[in-house]
Nanobody
């Protein structure tokens, strides 16, 4: 019900755009979020957006470099990532919540897409 895509290998300083297509129950979620998990590290919140008003929130480490947006008509949430750094390398997951939330209380998770940033 959440299909993430768009990951890949990019050089430091480059850009990638991740997409998360929501269907079924996740299409009526209130909040959509992006998380990431690097090997040996806990999962980390990256950004979130509300479907209705488009309210956004970012972790400090990506502010000014990443932009989360949504296309309500297509039920897709995007994560535009620019000025990528090697420390951004991780599996990125999208998630959906039925409530207004930021870093927790997500009900549905996508399968993840790998982002690798080479130095």
């Amino acid at each position: 019900q959440l299909q993430a895509s768009g990951g890949g290998l990019v050089q430091a300083g480059g850009s990638l755009r991740l997409s998360c297509a929501a269907s079924g129950r996740t299409g009526s979620a209130y909040t959509m979020g992006w998380f990431r998990q690097a090997p040996g590290k806990p999962r980390e919140f990256v950004a979130r957006i509300t479907w209705s008003g488009g309210s956004t929130y970012y972790v400090d480490s990506v502010k000014g470099r990443f932009t989360i947006s949504r296309d309500n008509a297509k039920n897709i949430v995007y994560l535009q990532m620019s000025s990528l750094k090697p420390e951004d390398s991780a599996v990125y997951y999208c998630a959906a919540s039925s409530k207004l939330t930021t870093k927790s209380d997500y009900d549905y998770w996508g399968q993840g897409t790998q982002v690798t940033v080479s130095s």
